[in-house]
């Protein structure tokens, strides 16, 4: 499945930090980004930093679909972040929402 936003969870049994995050590209091209093609990955720079396992596709779970724009996904990202609180988002390369403060 393609054009999605999805939730990463560490593998880890003692630390289970989130990740949410969106792509147009199918699913499990973008795990093997996370596990160890993309050095910018947070979700690699964590299991590095902190020696935790890889990430595989069932630490993975969609959370949005069916997006025909890159707004409309990036968007659904930011709001999904927000919503979770995930602690290995940055933001960066999506949009700042200042909804819920």
Do not use: A, W
């Given at each position: 499945m ?19 995050g ?16 993309d050095?910018n ?9 902190y ?22 996904r990036?968007i659904s ?25």
């Amino acid at each position: 499945m393609n054009n999605i936003v999805y939730l990463c969870e560490c593998p880890d049994s003692t630390c289970k930090l989130q990740y949410i995050g969106e792509t147009n590209r199918r699913l499990e091209e973008r795990v093997l980004d996370h596990n160890n093609r993309d050095p910018n990955s947070h979700i690699l720079k964590h299991s590095k930093q902190y020696l935790h396992q890889h990430v595989y596709m069932n630490d993975f779970k969609i959370i949005g679909s069916n997006y025909n724009t890159s707004y409309k996904r990036k968007i659904s990202e930011s709001i999904y972040i927000k919503e979770y609180k995930s602690e290995l988002n940055t933001q960066e390369s999506s949009h700042k929402l200042n909804l819920y403060n």
